[in-house]
């Protein structure tokens, strides 16, 4: 073999080193340079769960027939072999008229929610199967969804609609003013049943946002379309998360008992996260209970969510309404047995009142009035047992007020 002379080692050592620079300035686009993507925003995992590692922890929270309409069926979210398993049975019940069982939110390997937060930039793509029973229905039916808690209304969807008598998927994103979805891409169903196929949602939280949704079978794209300069912020102070499963109306003809599959799970940010709020630090006087603290249980819809003039900054949303919407506290202690006073510290939405269960027991109500923006109180009286307490808030017709935490005296 030839030996090379210096300078020609020297040549051949800097295309080495350019050889190295050249695919992070292909994967900006082919006009950018190597020297134009230095200091630029780079996608970043934030969310790589596994099934067999993870299961159901992977997610902030589940909706498992919320109802209780199908026990003897649950779960019907669960992790199975390499992937997440949703299944619907006709019985199960979200409401009088609709059926879900789905998972939201995206939880980090310490077991925080991940954030998305505003202007910021996500890139979620995975792989789903859906079987042909999983049909298109002329009521709604949407197997993945973008919410924050602040608004009950869905951000973005990817639905099963039936368009001129076809079965289509469809991304779809909604608007405030008029609450109504607009499908900005569609492709047939029934081509991508009975098969796993990859989806790529990637969009922009902005109140001048994008979306674009990517399908693709095997090396085959089959959508690629994206939507600009659309509303994909409608939160003060909560944020933005995923849902995966199947949530649908009841009132479609043809109905089957079905399932969705879900594996492969990648979220990915632009740039880094943004700066976590600040928040204030939690009441920790004897006797002080945080209606959010790890321990406590929260049912159906009830979840912690940010609070920026609460204890601790932050409260538990959505109790009541139904008999499934709950939180309890738990690890209440009391020295002894005997009547004490709870001091229930909440944002109240006008006139709104808790029902309150202290170890099972008959429910008292705790009236409240105030507004959204302080925070209220009131004092009842609850008989507590030496030892550990637990206290369930609850409301079977309206929902309730936001709970902050309860002191006991």
């Given at each position: 073999?030839?030996?090379?002379?210096?300078?020609?080692?020297?040549?051949?050592?800097?295309?080495?080193?350019l050889?190295?620079?050249?695919?992070?300035?292909?994967?900006?686009?082919?006009?950018?340079?190597a020297?134009?993507?230095?200091?630029?925003?780079?996608?970043?995992?934030?969310?790589?769960?596994?099934?067999?590692?993870?299961?159901?922890?992977?997610?902030e929270?589940?909706?498992?027939d919320?109802?209780?309409?199908?026990?003897?069926?649950?779960?019907?979210?669960?992790?199975?072999?390499?992937?997440?398993?949703?299944?619907?049975?006709?019985?199960?019940?979200?409401?009088?008229?609709?059926?879900?069982?789905?998972v939201?939110?995206?939880?980090?390997s310490?077991?925080?929610?991940?954030?998305?937060r505003?202007?910021?930039?996500?890139?979620?793509?995975?792989q789903?199967?859906?079987?042909?029973?999983?049909?298109?229905?002329?009521?709604?039916?949407?197997i993945w969804?973008?919410?924050?808690?602040?608004?009950?209304?869905?951000?973005?969807?990817i639905?099963?609609?039936?368009?001129?008598?076809?079965?289509?998927?469809a991304?779809?994103?909604?608007?405030?003013?008029?609450?109504k979805?607009?499908?900005?891409?569609t492709a047939?169903?029934?081509?991508?049943?009975?098969?796993?196929?990859?989806?790529?949602?990637?969009?922009?939280?902005?109140?001048?946002?994008?979306?674009?949704?990517?399908?693709?079978?095997?090396?085959?794209?089959?959508?690629?379309?994206?939507?600009?300069?659309?509303?994909?912020?409608?939160?003060?102070?909560?944020y933005?998360?995923?849902?995966?499963?199947?949530?649908?109306?009841?009132?479609?003809?043809?109905?089957?008992?079905?399932?969705?599959?879900v594996?492969?799970?990648?979220?990915?940010?632009?740039?880094?996260?943004?700066?976590?709020?600040?928040?204030?630090?939690?009441?920790?006087?004897p006797?002080?209970?945080?209606?959010?603290?790890?321990?406590?249980?929260?049912?159906?819809?009830?979840?912690?969510?940010?609070?920026?003039?609460?204890?601790?900054?932050?409260?538990?949303?959505?109790?009541?309404?139904?008999?499934?919407?709950?939180?309890?506290?738990?690890?209440?202690?009391?020295?002894?047995?005997?009547?004490?006073?709870?001091?229930?510290?909440?944002?109240?939405?006008?006139?709104?009142?808790?029902?309150?269960?202290?170890?099972?027991?008959?429910?008292?109500?705790?009236?409240?009035?105030?507004?959204?923006?302080?925070?209220?109180?009131?004092?009842?009286?609850?008989?507590?047992?030496?030892?550990?307490?637990?206290?369930?808030?609850?409301?079977?017709?309206?929902?309730g007020?936001?709970?902050?935490?309860?002191?006991?005296?």
């Open positions: 073999m030839r030996k090379h002379g210096p300078r020609l080692a020297g040549a051949l050592a800097a295309v080495a080193l050889l190295q620079v050249v695919p992070a300035a292909q994967a900006a686009g082919p006009a950018t340079t020297a134009s993507t230095i200091g630029a925003p780079r996608w970043e995992t934030r969310w790589n769960p596994s099934p067999w590692r993870d299961g159901v922890n992977a997610f929270a589940l909706e498992d919320r109802r209780g309409s199908h026990p003897e069926g649950l779960p019907h979210v669960h992790a199975e072999k390499n992937y997440w398993r949703f299944d619907a049975h006709l019985e199960d019940r979200d409401g009088s008229d609709r059926m879900r069982n789905e939201r939110g995206m939880r980090a310490d077991g925080t929610p991940l954030e998305i505003k202007d910021e930039t996500w890139r979620i793509t995975y789903m199967y859906i079987p042909d029973t999983l049909d298109a229905t002329t009521n709604f039916t949407h969804q973008l919410k924050n808690s602040d608004v009950g209304t869905p951000i973005a969807q639905s099963l609609p039936i368009v001129n008598g076809v079965q289509k998927i991304a779809r994103y909604w608007t405030l003013e008029d609450n979805s607009h499908d900005f891409a047939d169903l029934e081509p991508i049943q009975n098969k796993w196929v990859t989806t790529t949602i990637e969009f922009k939280s902005g109140d001048s946002g994008y979306m674009r949704w990517v399908l693709r079978d095997g090396s085959r794209t089959i959508v690629d379309q994206k939507a600009d300069g659309i509303d994909l912020w409608w939160t003060q102070e909560q933005n998360r995923p849902k995966w499963g199947i949530y649908r109306s009841i009132k479609s003809a043809g109905l089957q008992e079905t399932y969705l599959l594996k492969d799970l990648k979220a990915e940010q632009l740039g880094p996260a943004t700066p976590p709020v600040k928040l204030p630090p939690p009441d920790r006087s006797g002080t209970y945080e209606a959010e603290r790890v321990g406590n249980v929260f049912e159906g819809a009830a979840e912690p969510a940010y609070c920026a003039v609460c204890s601790g900054g932050r409260k538990v949303i959505l109790i009541g309404g139904n008999t499934y919407d709950y939180a309890v506290v738990r690890g209440v202690l009391s020295e002894t047995t005997g009547t004490k006073q709870m001091t229930v510290h909440a944002l109240v939405d006008g006139s709104q009142s808790f029902s309150v269960s202290v170890n099972g027991g008959d429910a008292i109500q705790v009236p409240m009035t105030g507004t959204k923006d302080t925070v209220t109180t009131a004092t009842v009286p609850v008989d507590l047992v030496a030892g550990v307490n637990t206290i369930r808030f609850f409301g079977l017709t309206a929902r007020p936001e709970l902050d935490k309860i002191m006991i005296k």
